[in-house]
T-cell receptor
Framework: NAGVTQTPKFRILKIGQSMTLQCTQD?????MYWYRQDPGMGLKLIYY???????DKGEVPNGYNVSRSTTEDFPLRLELAAPSQTSVYFC????????????FGQGTRLTVV | QKEVEQNSGPLSVPEGAIASLNCTYS??????FFWYRQYSGKSPELIMS????GDKEDGRFTAQLNKASQYVSLLIRDSQPSDSATYLC?????????????FGTGTQLKVEL
């Protein structure tokens, strides 16, 4: 059972570079989320999606973009990386209705230098 | 006022004691409540969900919800060193864009031998 899979696990970017964090889930969940977690802090919602083709901003969306072309995939795009984007990024998914518990991927540790 | 508030700790308890973790939330429209456990360097893992007022027990864990007081708690009985982790409270509310899951900053629990 794969659950939620994130790639890569680690990445170092130079300031101004771009990259895409991949997230895929095999649980047929409608909802998918991207969070970032800074050291000693909780999870802050970047973007979320309630289904294919529908995305919405969370509390810290600046500097990021997302797309949801399929139910399974929810990539997070970083354009023009900045040191402030150094963080651990978690992707999560849930059914969204009824049983709405969210399940997390293993995370991507990103450092921008 | 933060949407979800937790005492950051650390909360230290001796092995075998009861650990009590607390969480308050600001939106009275919140409907679903979750406790996640996060070991250092790992992703959050769901341990309890609660949807209605009262207590819900699962093994050594009991979640308590009081919607009138906007208060959620987690009790861990017979605490073990393996319970040492950060415990994140999460609150779900329905917005115009769908379900939105918001996390507190977490409480660090240390179970001492």
């Amino acid at each position: 059972n794969a659950g939620v899979t994130q790639t890569p696990k680690f990445r170092i970017l130079k300031i101004g570079q771009s990259m895409t964090l991949q997230c895929t889930q095999d649980m047929n969940h409608n909802y998918m989320y991207w969070y970032r977690q800074d050291p000693g802090m909780g999870l802050k919602l970047i973007y979320y999606s309630v289904g294919a083709g529908i995305t919405d901003k969370g509390e810290v969306p600046n500097g990021y973009n997302v797309s949801r072309s399929t139910t399974e995939d929810f990539p997070l795009r970083l354009e023009l990386a900045a040191p402030s984007q150094t963080s651990v990024y978690f992707c999560a998914s849930s059914y969204g209705t009824g049983t709405i518990e969210a399940f997390f991927g293993q995370g991507t540790r990103l450092t921008v230098v | 006022q933060k949407e979800v508030e937790q005492n950051s700790g650390p909360l230290s308890v001796p092995e075998g004691a009861i650990a009590s973790l607390n969480c308050t939330y600001s939106d009275r429209g919140s409907q679903s409540f979750f406790w996640y456990r996060q070991y250092s360097g790992k992703s959050p893992e769901l341990i309890m969900s609660i949807y209605s007022n009262g207590d819900k027990e699962d093994g050594r864990f009991t979640a308590q919800l009081n919607k009138a007081s906007q208060y959620v708690s987690l009790l861990i009985r017979d605490s073990q060193p393996s319970d040492s982790a950060t415990y994140l409270c999460a609150v779900n509310r329905v917005t115009g864009g769908g379900n939105k899951l918001t996390f507190g900053t977490g409480t660090q629990l240390k179970v001492e031998l």
